[in-house]
C-alpha cells in the first residue's frame, strides 16, 4: 500500500492537495444541488449581497433557502465526516487497532441515550443536541473509569469497558423506545437512530464548528507522536514520547470529535472506519498525511452521501442507512482486492 | 557508560530483581544470560527507565536517568525490541525518523528535511540505504532488525538496550546482526543484550553477566566464567563444552544414560 505507489512524500502532498480540491469542488457544486434551482449568478449576488448591497435579481426564497437551510446542511456534512473520520484515525493509531472506529468507546451509544432521553421527556432540537452531547461524554468518561480499573493490559481493559457501557446504553435507548408514545416519539428516536442531516441549522453549524475545531486543531499537533504510538507503547516511551499522556489527549479530542459530530446528525456509521482504511490505501500510514487526508476525505464523502439522501430519492433516506450501504461493500472491496492487506 | 547499582524491583509482593549491580562502560559489549523469567526484560526495563526501580539506580555517564524526563533520557539510552510486526505499515525511512522524535527542538513537533536527511545518512552507515523507500512490514526478519538498530542511532543515544535483538532470525541473520551490534562496540557504542544462545554470547560477548532468581549470579569474560558447571547452574541442562582456542565454545548436550 505505501510502496511502490505513493511512498514519496511530494507525491502525497500532490494527493492531499487533490483531496482538498475536491472538497472545495464538492462543495461548490452541492450548493446548486436541491429543490429550488439557484444560479450560480444568484449564488455570488447572494453570498456578498451583504458586503456590496446590490439589488437582488433572486427572490428572498432562495436567499432564505441557501443561508438558513442549504449553506449550513453542507457545511454540517463536512463537518461530522471530517470529524468521524479524524476520530477514527486517531482510535486506529491509539489503540493499534485497524478495526477501531468512532464508536469504539461507546460515545454514539452515549448520545443516542441521550437524545432517546431528550426526545421521550420532549425537550425540544435544542436539548435533544445537548443532551445527546453530554451523555456521550459521560459515557466515555464512565468507560475510562472502568477501563483504568482493569487488571492486566489497560487498552483490552478500555475496550471491553466500551462494550459493556455500550451495552448497557442501548439497553437504555430500547427501555425508552418501549416506554415511548408511539404515535410520535419512537419514530422521530427511530429516526434519530438512524442519522440524518435534516432540519440542520445555522446554530448546529456554530456548534459543531467550535467543537470539531477544538479537538482537531490538538490532534494536527500531536499527529507525528501518534505515529510512534503506533509501533508500540515499550518502544514509543524509550524514544521519549510520553504514552500516557499523548494516548489521554488523543482519545479525549478524538471523543470530543465523535460526540460533537453524534449529537449533531444522529448515529452515522462507518465514515469513521472506511475513509481512514480508504486514505491509508491512497497516501500511507503515516498521521502527518494520513490525518488531514481522512478529514478532507471525510467532509467529501458525507457530503457526497448527504447529496444523494437528499436528491436522490423522492422521500429523504436517512443518511446512516446509505453510509452503510455504501460503506459495507467498499469496505469489503479493500480488504480483499483493494490490494494489500489491512 | 551505564551502571545499575543496588536495583530492586518488585511486582506487587513478588520480589523480582534484588540488589543488582553491575557497569558497562563504553566500547564494551554486554550480554545478559540467565533462564526465563529470570528477570533479564524487568531489569532492561528499568535500565530504561520504562519501570520505576524499588530501590536502587541507573545511572548512564554519572547522571541519573530517574532524574530525566523522557525525550532527555532517549538521548541517552535506546531500545532495540525483538524485530516485531507493527499494526501498520510505516516505510523505513519513516520508522527511522520516529527514533529522532526526541531530539526535536523546543518548538518543533514534527520531523523535517533535516531529520529526513540525517535519517538517510544513519541508513546509508548501517548499510541499508537502499531499504529507504521500503515497506518497513515487507523486510526480512534480517532487514528489520538492522532498520530498529537504525532508529536507535539516529534517536542519538550512545547506549543501546537490546532485548533478545536475534531470537526471531534465521541463522544467518543472526550472525550478520551480531556482527553489526559488534562493531557498533568497537565504535564506542556500549551495548547491553540478552541472549538465550550461550555459543553466541561465548563468541561476540567482552563480559557476560548472569541473572539466576533475581540476582547477578556470576560476572565476567566469557572465557573465565562460561563453563558446563555455569551452563548447568543457569539453564538445569547437563552439557559438555569443548573449546577451539580461546574465543569460540560449543555446548553439547549430553543425553541421560538410561
Given at each position: 500500500m505505501t510502496a511502490g505507489t505513493l511512498n514519496s512524500d511530494k507525491r502525497k502532498r500532490i494527493a492531499l492537495a487533490i483531496m482538498a480540491v475536491m472538497l472545495v469542488l464538492g462543495i461548490f457544486v452541492s450548493v446548486f444541488l436541491g429543490q429550488y434551482d439557484i444560479s450560480p449568478a444568484q449564488l455570488w449576488g447572494i453570498l456578498t449581497s451583504r458586503l456590496t448591497g446590490a439589488e437582488p435579481f433572486w427572490t428572498s426564497r432562495q436567499e432564505h433557502i441557501l443561508w438558513n437551510i442549504r449553506l449550513p446542511r453542507i457545511l454540517t456534512a463536512c463537518l461530522v465526516g471530517a470529524a468521524l473520520s479524524c476520530a477514527g484515525c486517531v482510535y486506529q493509531g491509539v489503540f493499534e487497532n485497524p478495526m477501531a472506529a468512532p464508536d469504539f468507546l461507546g460515545a454514539s451509544s452515549g448520545a443516542a441515550l441521550g437524545a432517546a432521553l431528550a426526545i421521550y421527556f420532549g425537550l425540544g432540537e435544542a436539548m435533544i443536541t445537548t443532551l445527546a452531547f453530554v451523555l456521550s461524554l459521560a459515557t466515555i468518561c464512565l468507560v475510562y473509569l472502568i477501563g483504568s480499573r482493569t487488571r492486566g493490559n489497560r487498552t483490552v481493559g478500555l475496550v471491553l469497558a466500551g462494550l459493556m457501557v455500550s451495552a448497557l446504553a442501548q439497553a437504555g435507548v430500547s427501555f425508552i423506545k418501549l416506554v415511548a408514545d408511539q404515535t410520535n416519539q419512537l419514530p422521530e428516536i427511530t429516526y434519530w437512530l438512524m442519522g440524518s442531516l435534516t432540519g440542520t441549522e445555522n446554530k448546529d453549524v456554530v456548534f459543531a464548528g467550535v467543537t470539531i475545531a477544538v479537538g482537531i486543531i490538538p490532534l494536527l499537533f500531536l499527529r507525528w507522536k501518534i505515529n510512534v504510538l503506533t509501533v508500540g507503547e515499550e518502544e514509543a516511551s524509550a524514544m521519549g514520547v510520553r504514552v500516557p499522556a499523548v494516548r489521554a489527549a488523543s482519545l479525549i479530542c478524538a471523543t470530543l470529535l465523535t460526540a460533537a459530530a453524534v449529537s449533531v446528525s444522529g448515529m452515522i456509521g462507518w465514515v469513521g472506519l472506511v475513509v481512514p482504511h480508504f486514505c491509508r490505501k491512497i497516501i500511507g500510514n503515516n498521521y502527518m498525511f494520513l490525518m488531514p487526508a481522512s478529514i478532507f476525505t471525510g467532509a467529501f464523502f458525507l457530503l457526497m452521501v448527504d447529496n444523494i439522501s437528499r436528491n436522490l430519492f423522492v422521500a429523504e433516506v436517512p443518511i446512516g442507512i446509505l453510509t452503510a450501504v455504501i460503506g459495507a461493500p467498499f469496505f469489503i472491496y479493500l480488504i480483499t482486492k483493494g490490494g494489500e492487506p489491512v | 557508560m551505564i551502571k545499575v547499582s543496588g536495583l530492586s524491583f518488585s511486582y506487587g509482593s513478588k520480589e523480582?530483581?534484588?540488589?543488582i549491580s553491575f557497569e558497562a562502560e563504553s566500547g564494551e559489549l554486554l550480554c545478559v544470560l540467565g533462564h526465563n523469567g529470570a528477570g533479564k526484560t524487568t531489569l532492561f526495563r528499568c535500565m530504561l527507565g520504562l519501570l520505576k526501580p524499588g530501590s536502587g539506580t541507573v545511572s548512564i555517564d554519572g547522571a541519573d536517568i530517574s532524574q530525566m524526563k523522557p525525550a532527555e533520557r532517549a538521548r541517552f539510552v535506546a531500545y532495540i525490541p525483538q524485530a516485531a510486526r507493527p499494526v501498520f505499515a510505516y516505510s523505513v525511512t519513516d520508522m527511522v525518523l520516529m527514533g529522532m522524535t526526541p531530539g526535536l527542538?523546543?518548538?518543533?513537533i514534527n520531523p523535517g528535511r533535516e531529520e529526513k536527511k540525517k535519517a538517510l545518512q544513519v541508513l546509508d552507515q548501517m548499510g541499508i540505504a537502499d531499504l529507504a523507500e521500503r515497506d518497513y512490514t515487507k523486510l526480512s526478519g534480517g532487514e528489520q532488525q538492522l532498520v530498529l538498530i537504525a532508529r536507535a542511532l539516529a534517536q542519538g543515544a550512545k547506549t543501546l538496550i537490546m532485548d533478545e535483538p536475534t531470537s526471531s532470525l534465521d541463522y544467518g541473520n543472526q550472525m550478520k546482526v551480531q556482527r553489526r551490534l559488534s562493531e557498533l562496540a568497537a565504535e564506542g557504542y556500549t551495548i547491553v543484550q540478552s541472549s538465550h544462545n550461550p555459543e553466541q554470547a561465548y563468541v561476540f560477548a567482552d563480559r557476560v553477566i548472569c541473572i539466576k532468581d533475581g540476582r547477578v549470579f556470576r560476572e565476567g569474560k566469557p572465557r573465565d566464567i562460561m563453563d558446563e558447571q555455569l551452563i548447568n547452574d543457569l539453564y538445569g541442562i547437563d552439557v559438555e563444552m569443548i573449546r577451539d582456542g580461546e574465543d569460540r565454545a560449543r555446548f553439547f548436550l549430553i543425553k541421560e544414560q538410561k
Open positions: - | 523480582v530483581l534484588k540488589d527542538e523546543k518548538g518543533r
